[in-house]
C-alpha cells in the first residue's frame, strides 16, 4: 500500500512537471492523483474495476474542485494530472498487443474493458462538473446556514 | 437606475465621476450609466454623453484586441471552452461593452461587437493546437479576475499579457527527469516490478529526448505519436533482451514508458465541453485523444510485428 501512494504521488507530480503546472500546485496535483489511485485500489476489492474508476475519478474531481476554488485557479490544473494515474493505459497497450498477436477476441475483451473505463471516468468527471460553482464556495453555505438561522 | 456619481470637473476640463465604486477621470461613457447630482455639472454631462461615442471607438477596438488575445492565449495552452468565453465576457463587460458576441471553437474564436446597431468590429482568430501551458492558463486567468475587479488599466493589461504569453516552459532538464520519473512510478503502480520500473525510468528519459527535438521541429502528430510508440517499444525489447539476473517482460515496460505519450489534457477537456454542451469541441477534442491512442497502438504495432516477423525474434 505504501508503494501505491509513493508511487502514485511521484507519478503525478512528474506528470504535472511535464503539463506545466505552476510550481505550487505540484503538490496538490500529486494529492489529488494519489487520492485517486488509492481509492481505486481499495475500491477494487470490493467492485469491478469500471465501478472503482468512476467512484476515484468523482474523488478526484471533487478534491481538484475545491483546491480550484481555494487557491482560485482553473480546475484543469488539478484535474488533468490528477486523473492520469486512472487512464486506462494498461488495457489500450494490451488491446493493441493482442491485436498484432492476432488474437482477436482477447483483443476486444481488453478493448471493450478499456471502452467501459474510460466510459466510468467520463461518468465521473460530468457528474461532480455539473455540481453548480456555489456550493463549493464557504461564503454561500455561512449565508444559507444564516438564512436557516433566521 | 443609479450606478454612479459625478464629483465635478477636475481641471484641464476633464469630468472626475464614480461608477461603481470605481473612481474616474475623463470621459463618461453612455455605458457607466450616470445619475447627475448637482446643478453645475448638469450641462457638462450632459455634453459628455453626446461626445462619448465618437471618442469610444478606438477604446473599443483595444478592448476586444484584448479580450481576443487573451482568450486566443488561454485556448492555445490548453483552456476548456467556457473558460475562454468566460474570460472574453469578463473583460468586455468590465470596459462597458455590452453588444458583444463570441463564438469560440477548440480551434478558432469568432469575436463581433457592436454599438448603436452601426457594426464596429469582426474579428475571426485562428488557434492552432499547441503543447498545453497550464502555468500559462492559471496566469491569464488570475489577469481576467484582476481585470474584472477594476485593478487594471487596458495597457498594463496588454503589457502583463505580453509578459504572459513569453513565459518560458520548464527547464528541458526537468521536464525529461519528470517524464522519467512518472514512467518509472506509473510502471511500479501496476506491474510492482523494480527492474521493469528502472527501465521505464530510463526509456522514460530518452522519449521526452525524442518530444522534444520532434517539436523543435513542429512535426506532425501523427508522426510524433506513431514515432514515439514505436520509439518506446524497440527500446524495450533492446532492454528486456540485455542478458540480466531478473526476469522482466517488455509488456510490463512499456506500459510504464507510454505515459507521456497519453493525451490527458484532450481526453478530460473534451468531457468537460461535453459537459457543458459544447458538442463540436468535445468531439474534435474527443477524436484528437482517441487518435493518439490509435497512434501509439500503431507505432507499438508495427514494432512488434516488425520484430517477430522479419527478425524472428519470440514475444515474451
Not at chain 2, 51 to 69: D, F, G, I, T, W
Not at chain 2, 156 to 161: G, H, K, M, P
Not at chain 2, 185 to 198: D, G, R, V
Not at chain 2, 263 to 270: I, K
Request: hydrophobic fraction near 50%; charge should be positive; aromatic fraction near 12%.
Amino acid at each position: 500500500m505504501i508503494q501505491n501512494i509513493v508511487c502514485s504521488f511521484l507519478g503525478t507530480v512528474g506528470f504535472s512537471v511535464v503539463s506545466n503546472v505552476p510550481r505550487e500546485f505540484a503538490l496538490y496535483c500529486g494529492l489529488t492523483g494519489m487520492t485517486g489511485f488509492v481509492t481505486y485500489v481499495l475500491l477494487l476489492t470490493y467492485m469491478s474495476p469500471a465501478f472503482s474508476a468512476f467512484f476515484a475519478t468523482m474523488l478526484v474531481v471533487l478534491l481538484s474542485r475545491i483546491f480550484a476554488v481555494w487557491r482560485k485557479c482553473p480546475i484543469t490544473v488539478f484535474l488533468i494530472p490528477g486523473i492520469i494515474p486512472l487512464v486506462p493505459g494498461t488495457y489500450v497497450y494490451y488491446t493493441a498487443y493482442y491485436f498484432v498477436m492476432n488474437e482477436l477476441s482477447l483483443a476486444l475483451a481488453k478493448g471493450i474493458d478499456a471502452m467501459k473505463l474510460a466510459f466510468a471516468i467520463v461518468l465521473g468527471i460530468v457528474f461532480i462538473v455539473s455540481i453548480p460553482r456555489q456550493f463549493f464556495s464557504i461564503q454561500y453555505w455561512k449565508k444559507q446556514l444564516s438564512h436557516h438561522k433566521n | 437606475m443609479y450606478f454612479g456619481v459625478i464629483f465635478g470637473n477636475a481641471r484641464n476640463g476633464r469630468t472626475v465621476y464614480r461608477c461603481g465604486n470605481v473612481k474616474k477621470v475623463g470621459t463618461i461613457m453612455e455605458s457607466d450609466k450616470i445619475k447627475i447630482q448637482g446643478n453645475s455639472s448638469d450641462l457638462r454631462a450632459e455634453n459628455e454623453l453626446g461626445k462619448c461615442n465618437n471618442s469610444e471607438q478606438p477604446e473599443m477596438h483595444r478592448v476586444l484586441e484584448l479580450a481576443l488575445e487573451a482568450g486566443c492565449i488561454l485556448l492555445k495552452n490548453g483552456a476548456e471552452i467556457f473558460r475562454v468565453e468566460e474570460t472574453i465576457w469578463h473583460i468586455c463587460n468590465r470596459y462597458h461593452i455590452e453588444q458583444m458576441d463570441a463564438f469560440v471553437l477548440s480551434n478558432g474564436i469568432f469575436l463581433t461587437a457592436h454599438q448603436k446597431g452601426e457594426e464596429n468590429f469582426a474579428r475571426v482568430k485562428y488557434v492552432p493546437l499547441a503543447k498545453i501551458h497550464l502555468g500559462i492558463v492559471t496566469e491569464v486567468n488570475a489577469l481576467s479576475r484582476e481585470i474584472a475587479a477594476g485593478k487594471l488599466d487596458i495597457e498594463e493589461a496588454f503589457a502583463r499579457l505580453e509578459e504572459i504569453e513569453k513565459m518560458p516552459p520548464r527547464k528541458d532538464w526537468q521536464l525529461i527527469l519528470a517524464s522519467g520519473l512518472s514512467c518509472g512510478s506509473f510502471c511500479y503502480l501496476t506491474q510492482k516490478n523494480t527492474p521493469a520500473s528502472c527501465m521505464a525510468f530510463a526509456i522514460g528519459i530518452v522519449l521526452y529526448i525524442f518530444l522534444l527535438f520532434a517539436r523543435r521541429y513542429k512535426l506532425s502528430k501523427l508522426i510524433i505519436n506513431i514515432v514515439g510508440g514505436g520509439l518506446i517499444t524497440v527500446l524495450a525489447l533492446i532492454a528486456t533482451s540485455l542478458p540480466l539476473p531478473f526476469k522482466v517482460g517488455f509488456s510490463q515496460v512499456i506500459i510504464g514508458s507510454i505515459v507521456p505519450l497519453i493525451p490527458g489534457m484532450a481526453f478530460v477537456n473534451s468531457i468537460r465541453d461535453i459537459a457543458d454542451s459544447d458538442f463540436i469541441s468535445g468531439i474534435v477534442r474527443m477524436l484528437d485523444a482517441l487518435l493518439v491512442f490509435v497512434y501509439i497502438a500503431v507505432g507499438v504495432g508495427c514494432v512488434l510485428i516488425f520484430y517477430e516477423q522479419v527478425l524472428g525474434g519470440t514475444i515474451r
